[in-house]
């Protein structure tokens, strides 16, 4: 790969830096160490506080290089995108090691930084290449991955490889496509090659492609497999590459590590093989689980079961199906839904071993062919109606109503059972892509009179709105199960044994009453998701937001990240030294920007992001990278633009990179709060802290409302 794609110069450079790696390491000393404590490691990491905390006294830290281009969404198929931390993370805890990431704005940017030192291992779905074997060393696969072509939906397919001449494959500079892509240019001689920057995200580059921006790209067929079950505006063409391997990345010298990474992978039973071409003769579906070791989840996406949060994958069955996994020594591959007959169907089709989703046994399902675990909870079904609805105190004082349902749910079964006892029930089927949630949601809005939900979900809606009541429980409380297809009687032995083991007991009781009985982190999850979910509203003010940063060229998302920040969407917030309004200003810079008015949202908003125009303008001079500019401007827009050229004159006299925020200029402005430093700075003292906190904050609130939105 590399050596068709980097200069000779570049190449120098890297067997340098590889020969200095390997000097330093004979002259620190004789012996292998796996890690370096945590007092040597340089922070790259934009996620991470400022100032690193100190490990135990006698704990190491291993430094984890990850590709900050690789986003977290909710994947809907396959393995999770950050599976390989998770694995990193339990090979720490093992060797009781400190765990820090590192986060590389460019993917090419990985290798030589590992190289540098600056990292002890690379964990970015690493392809494993003939060329990067000849600058690192590998440790046994943990994923295997094949790479297709893939194009926007109104794109010319391609019906063999001859058809690729004349057309143009864009790849991400320092990716393993790039080898794929060479290889098929010599095969196709007129095939055009485009590289772009590393740092361009997977959802940008699909957007490129839907758009007919980008002709055609290669992606592994994980990634495509989970894209495809949320976006139709791309498809997967034609087989690129045979399979490859993913790995974590280690430095030749630090053979110690590598050993101790690959006998964790096979103690742990990790290793990933490549599947004979012969056909499988499974006896039971527990032993292609264990042949293939991998077991499937099928999921539905909502806010008791697993979604995304911040950008961390999270809910009670996500968990249970994590440690499922783990305790069985698999990897886990997490498959969302579309609706809730396809939660069933999923198992049926083989598409997925076991379902959870608080599915309550019915004779209806076992006749479709589900069996059923032992139960791992109950709950009570209850009639909800809207809060202006009459209490009653008995089932017939609901005769007239109407009940809204989906008919695949237990709660049909028990709202016909209840209609052969109470005069004049209307049952009415709803879409069977309404969650439980979204249907309380409609009786609430009193666009349904009634429905039936389990009293887990109704405590939980109760804690949040008071439009609502419980008027009857029907029956005892139900329980609850998880499922698999009928026939495969290991599997469900194993499904038993865990909830046996787990049920009440210490981990279970955790998970569950993290999201079931945590009032405070309920309060914030669910506010933010039922304001997000579907409609994608990250604020009151989106619209306004949308209408100004489309006039001047600014993420909207971004600026509504930082429009929390400075008020918490209140426009009314006024700060001690007199700043006002949604975006914080200063009513004599509000006036200079011509608005009289700063707490009307409309006139707010606009002289916000006239004014950040503003300073990104003035920025844009000092010569910062593209990349960086939005977080130099932040910086100036908090702080000031005095304070911030003074930040970037002392990294440059410190050695590090004057052009970068995270990890270069931003230690540099925490340095001006000290008395020895801020005595020879133009603009004098500054209180770091601040804008350093200040742009962390907006960035995580920002990547958190990117993957909500995508």
Do not use: C
């Not at 143009?168 to 320092?174: M, W």
């Amino acid at each position: 790969m590399y050596k068709f794609l980097i200069t000779k110069t570049a190449k120098k450079v890297y067997v340098v830096l590889l020969a200095m790696f390997i000097l330093a390491m004979v002259i620190v000393s004789s012996s292998s160490n796996i890690v370096t404590s945590s007092s040597q490691a340089i922070s790259r990491d934009s996620q991470a506080a400022s100032v690193t905390p100190a490990a135990e006294p006698n704990q190491k830290t291993l430094r984890v290089l990850i590709w900050g281009g690789g986003e977290i969404i909710l994947p809907r198929r396959g393995h999770p995108q950050d599976i390989e931390l998770d694995y990193l993370q339990q090979f720490a805890d093992e060797k009781n090691l400190k765990i820090k990431h590192i986060r590389v704005t460019k993917f090419a940017d990985l290798i030589p930084m590992l190289l540098a030192g600056e990292g002890d291992v690379i964990a970015a779905n690493l392809t494993k290449t003939r060329e990067r074997e000849k600058l690192l060393s590998f440790s046994e696969p943990f994923l295997l991955s094949k790479e297709y072509l893939v194009m926007g939906s109104q794109s010319k397919s391609l019906t063999s490889g001859k058809d690729l001449n004349g057309r143009e494959i864009v790849i991400q500079k320092g990716k393993s496509y790039e080898s794929t892509a060479l290889g098929l240019q010599k095969i196709y001689p007129q095939l055009k090659i485009r590289l772009v920057d590393s740092a361009i995200s997977h959802e940008t580059l699909y957007d490129k492609l839907a758009s007919g921006e980008y002709d055609i790209s290669i992606q592994d067929n994980n990634l495509l497999k989970s894209a495809s079950t949320y976006r139709d505006d791309i498809k997967m063409s034609l087989q690129a590459s045979a399979t490859r391997q993913l790995a974590w990345g280690v430095a030749p010298s630090n053979k110690a590590l590598l050993t101790e990474l690959n006998q964790f992978l096979k103690n742990q039973y990790l290793v990933a093989r490549a599947k004979p071409k012969t056909k499988h003769g499974y006896k039971t579906q527990w032993q292609k689980i264990q042949a293939t070791k991998t077991v499937r989840f099928v999921l539905r996406n909502n806010l008791s079961s697993y979604y995304i949060w911040r950008g961390e994958l999270l809910g009670f069955h996500y968990e249970l199906a994590k440690r499922f996994a783990k305790e069985h020594h698999l990897r886990y591959e997490i498959i969302v839904a579309p609706n809730n007959v396809a939660l069933l169907d999923y198992l049926l089709e083989d598409k997925a071993d076991i379902a959870l989703g608080f599915l309550t046994p019915t004779a209806q399902r076992r006749n479709k062919g589900i069996a059923f675990s032992r139960p791992y909870h109950y709950a009570s079904e209850l009639v909800v109606a809207h809060k202006d609805r009459a209490e009653i105190n008995a089932a017939t004082e609901l005769a007239n109503s109407t009940i809204y349902i989906r008919p695949s749910s237990s709660y049909w079964e028990s709202a016909v059972a209840l209609k052969k006892t109470v005069e004049g029930i209307n049952l009415v089927g709803v879409a069977e892509s309404q969650e439980t949630e979204l249907i309380i949601d409609k009786v609430g809005e009193k666009e349904y009179e009634m429905t039936i939900a389990d009293s887990h979900i109704v405590d939980i809606e109760m804690t949040f709105r008071d439009d609502i009541q419980s008027l009857i429980a029907l029956g005892v409380p139900k329980s609850q199960s998880w499922a698999v297809a009928s026939g495969h009687d290991k599997l469900l032995a194993k499904s038993n044994a865990f909830i046996k083991k787990h049920y009440k007991g210490l981990f279970y009781n955790v998970i569950y009453n993290k999201y079931f009985k945590n009032q405070k982190r309920l309060d914030r999850h669910y506010r933010d998701y039922a304001q997000q979910n579907d409609s994608g509203v990250l604020s009151p003010y989106d619209e306004i937001v949308k209408k100004y940063a489309r006039q001047h060229n600014f993420d909207w998302r971004l600026l509504v990240s930082q429009m929390h920040q400075e008020s918490r969407f209140n426009p009314n917030a006024k700060s001690m030294a007199g700043a006002k309004g949604l975006f914080q200003l200063m009513p004599r810079t509000a006036k200079q920007l011509g608005i009289e008015n700063v707490h009307l949202p409309e006139q707010g908003i606009k002289a916000g992001v006239l004014y950040m125009n503003w300073v990104r303008e003035r920025m844009r001079k000092d010569e910062v990278q593209d990349d960086q500019l939005i977080w130099f401007t932040l910086a100036s827009y908090n702080a000031g633009a005095g304070h911030v050229r003074d930040a970037m004159r002392l990294a440059k006299q410190k050695g590090w990179r004057d052009d970068v925020w995270f990890g270069n200029v931003e230690k540099a402005m925490l340095l001006l709060s000290k008395s020895q430093y801020a005595a020879k700075a133009r603009y004098g003292y500054v209180r770091g802290q601040e804008p350093v906190n200040y742009i962390r904050k907006i960035k995580r609130r920002f990547d958190t409302y990117e993957n909500i939105l995508q």
